[in-house]
């Protein structure tokens, strides 16, 4: 039974085949509350200690809330829709899988849902270990170090990235978001690794959504 994760859960051609956004936000709302259930049925598998099941449980219901309202108030298009459910169930496997490491992701601040003008938009990720282990920038998937989608071809700059090991984490990236217009959407992941004596023991992904301003 392998977790669902976001590239095996896109609603399909649906959104090659709808002009009209109403109908996909209403479509890709249901969706979100319908995938929910899959997750909150892995806690179930899990039977986790009673605070960390009621801790992620909490986090899947509130990211549909979320997800639900950033669908309905922020995303105006199709693509914009789209970007905004992935990102809600990046979100949603994030609460699953529990989050054990400290990890925080904050765009003027503001962590998970934020805003942001075009432009440069400095992110700053900040993370610590437990018992005395170390973290590093991690690895999205394969060779491919973060996660991003968009609505303006936003990327992360990836030269001079630290490659060391911090006892405290506290770096900054630069989200390339030149292109962008207000009512873009920007969804990120920042996967970091716990480390120790150079060996990975865990990895965790904090995925941002921001809203161009």
Same mark, same amino acid.
């Given at each position: 039974?392998?977790?669902?994760?976001?590239?095996?859960?896109?609603?399909?051609?649906?959104?090659?085949?709808?002009?009209?956004?109403?109908?996909?936000?209403?479509?890709?709302?249901?969706?979100?509350?319908?995938?929910?259930?899959?997750?909150?049925?892995?806690?179930?598998?899990?039977?986790?200690?009673?605070?960390?099941?009621?801790?992620?449980?909490?986090?899947?219901?509130?990211?549909?809330?979320?997800?639900?309202?950033?669908?309905?108030?922020?995303?105006?298009?199709?693509?914009?829709?789209?970007?905004?459910?992935?990102?809600?169930?990046?979100?949603?496997?994030?609460?699953?899988?529990?989050?054990?490491?400290?990890?925080?992701?904050?765009?003027?601040?503001?962590?998970?849902?934020?805003?942001?003008?075009?432009?440069?938009?400095?992110?700053?990720?900040?993370?610590?270990?437990? @018992?005395?282990? #170390?973290? /590093?920038?991690?690895?999205? !998937?394969?060779?491919?170090?973060?996660? %991003? *989608?968009?609505?303006?071809?936003?990327?992360?700059?990836?030269?001079?990235?630290?490659?060391?090991?911090?006892?405290?984490?506290?770096?900054?990236?630069?989200?390339?978001? @030149?292109?962008? #217009?207000? /009512?873009?959407?920007?969804? !990120?992941?920042?996967?970091?690794?716990? %480390? *120790?004596?150079?060996?990975?023991?865990?990895?965790?992904?904090?995925?941002?959504?921001?809203?161009?301003?």
């Amino acid at each position: 039974m392998a977790m669902p994760t976001d590239d095996s859960m896109r609603i399909g051609d649906e959104s090659e085949r709808t002009t009209d956004v109403n109908s996909y936000q209403r479509t890709c709302m249901d969706f979100i509350e319908d995938i929910s259930h899959d997750y909150e049925a892995w806690v179930d598998y899990y039977k986790l200690p009673e605070d960390e099941d009621k801790r992620r449980r909490e986090g899947i219901r509130a990211t549909i809330t979320k997800t639900n309202t950033w669908i309905a108030k922020v995303a105006t298009s199709i693509p914009a829709i789209d970007v905004v459910m992935n990102d809600g169930i990046q979100k949603m496997a994030e609460s699953t899988a529990g989050k054990p490491l400290q990890i925080g992701v904050f765009v003027n601040k503001t962590p998970s849902y934020t805003e942001a003008k075009p432009g440069v938009i400095d992110v700053n990720v900040k993370a610590s270990g437990r @018992e005395g282990r #170390k973290v /590093r920038l991690g690895y999205h !998937f394969k060779d491919d170090r973060f996660r %991003i *989608e968009s609505t303006c071809g936003a990327y992360l700059d990836e030269t001079d990235l630290p490659q060391e090991d911090f006892d405290l984490m506290d770096i900054h990236l630069k989200l390339h978001a @030149e292109n962008a #217009k207000q /009512r873009d959407v920007i969804s !990120f992941t920042v996967t970091i690794y716990e %480390i *120790e004596n150079d060996v990975e023991m865990e990895k965790r992904g904090l995925s941002t959504i921001i809203h161009i301003v």
